[in-house]
């Protein structure tokens, strides 16, 4: 009953304000900076989607001050701004055993130091130094469980490595030298990032439970459970933590504020009402993203939200259709659509600053068939992977694509940057770029 009252305050919220005037397009002068805030005037309507550039000729200036490396463990899911500027010539491939059905994950690499912590297609966990030489390997599966050809989500706090799988299996090691501290089994298997916390670690499952777990000896402290769906999805649910609060998505669409001390949920919010709750069956959901005070988060059903962490109320919703987890550098919010379009939106007010189409150079016939797989915003250009293996190098003045470089015909992974260095996932092998 509550999940339905739920859906009607939605829908009663969503038919009294429809899209609010932070939901729109909007016109604007000719050069801005990351931290402005401009009166804009209202071009199209309201319900009519991004399929089209916008303000094209706009030119966007960015000042803040860049950071070195993506990590996983990045308590707000911000890439923010990398200090990044590589000419990206190929220096050199991690090889590893090809990764079955590679087209549906979302594998992240482990940055420990100067090594990548990454995995094969038999579940071994293999440590690379700096010159792609291999370190360690370990494997700790059995020979049925090989069989299933597991798929792992790694992340580490520079002292261990946790390691959490598709076939309900959790474990973590000494990141050093790859040995095992302990191994556990789970109801069900995980799909979900990994967020270490103090003496804690923090997992969803594919029954849309969040689980705490302790880091000494893996025993559950306490979960969390919300609606479960019918159809497993293989998308990546995602987590954000604001001092002692954890924020999560199900995959149904849900957000969902917990107490991390207590295990104790303090709201919860529907983002798909109940009149296009069956295409919750399809829904994939980009990152959460937070800069402590909202939390973002877009979808595959045309929807960016802006909520407020403390009450769980939404601040203004816009028509961005995309899975891909969006960057906040200053006030701006940098998004690309599964359309291949980059959008630029104010944070705060929701406005829409910029619209460019960075698939232009794509063939029409060609263009409907790839989709982006991820992006990073650097110095001067914004770096952005696709389904067909592509990588390109699109100016974030301008917004225009000035190059496309080619790493191979099938999909590669959103990119990664450590130390100056750009890496690439791709079926057999990670590519690392400068």
């Given at each position: 009953m509550s999940r339905i009252l739920n859906l009607l305050l939605v829908l009663i919220f969503?038919?009294?304000?429809?899209?609010?005037k932070n939901s729109k397009f909007w016109t604007s002068s000719s050069i801005l900076e990351e931290n402005s805030i401009t009166v804009f005037t209202e071009i199209f309507p309201k319900e009519e989607a991004l399929k089209k550039e916008f303000n094209s000729g706009l030119k966007i200036k960015l000042t803040t001050k860049p950071v070195n490396t993506t990590s996983a463990n990045d308590h707000l899911n911000n890439n923010k701004r990398l200090n990044f500027d590589g000419n990206l010539k190929k220096l050199s491939q991690y090889r590893f055993s090809k990764i079955d059905n590679f087209n549906q994950?979302?594998?992240?690499?482990?940055?420990?130091?100067?090594?990548?912590?990454f995995f094969d297609n038999k579940g071994s966990i293999l440590k690379f130094d700096d010159n792609s030489q291999l370190i360690w390997k370990k494997n700790y599966y059995s020979k049925s469980e090989k069989k299933q050809n597991p798929i792992l989500s790694l992340v580490n706090n520079g002292k261990y490595l946790i390691v959490a799988d598709n076939i309900a299996k959790y474990y973590m090691l000494d990141?050093?030298?790859g040995n095992l501290i302990w191994s556990k089994n789970n109801l069900s298997p995980f799909n979900s990032q990994i967020k270490i916390f103090k003496d804690k670690f923090f997992i969803i499952d594919f029954s849309n439970t969040l689980r705490c777990f302790s880091l000494k000896d893996g025993n559950e402290l306490w979960n969390v459970s919300t609606e479960k769906s019918l159809i497993r999805s293989q998308k990546k649910l995602s987590m954000v933590i604001i001092d002692n609060f954890l924020y999560f998505n199900n995959s149904i669409g849900d957000i969902s504020a917990v107490d991390i001390n207590k295990g104790k949920l303090l709201w919860q919010l529907p983002t798909q009402s109940s009149l296009i709750y069956e295409s919750a069956f399809s829904l994939q959901t980009s990152d959460i993203i937070t800069d402590k005070k909202t939390l973002f988060i877009s979808n595959n059903n045309?929807?960016?939200?802006?909520?407020?962490?403390k009450t769980g109320s939404f601040n203004w919703?816009?028509?961005?259709?995309?899975?891909?987890r969006s960057?906040?550098?200053?006030?701006?919010?940098?998004?690309?659509?599964?359309e291949g379009y980059l959008i630029i939106t104010e944070k705060r007010s929701g406005n829409i600053v910029r619209v460019t189409d960075v698939f232009q150079n794509f063939k029409p016939k060609k263009r409907v068939k790839i989709k982006p797989t991820g992006f990073i915003v650097g110095l001067k250009n914004l770096y952005l992977s696709t389904s067909n293996g592509r990588l390109l190098i699109i100016n974030i003045e301008t917004g225009k694509t000035i190059s496309t470089l080619k790493i191979t015909n099938n999909k590669i992974s959103k990119p990664f940057v450590q130390n100056k260095n750009l890496f690439l996932i791709k079926d057999n092998a990670i590519i690392k770029l400068n």
């Open positions: 969503i038919s009294a304000c429809s899209f609010n994950y979302q594998p992240e690499i482990s940055f420990f130091k100067k090594n990548i912590i990141v050093r030298n045309n929807q960016l939200f802006s909520i407020d962490v919703e816009n028509k961005i259709n995309s899975n891909l960057t906040l550098v200053g006030n701006y919010l940098f998004s690309v659509s599964l």
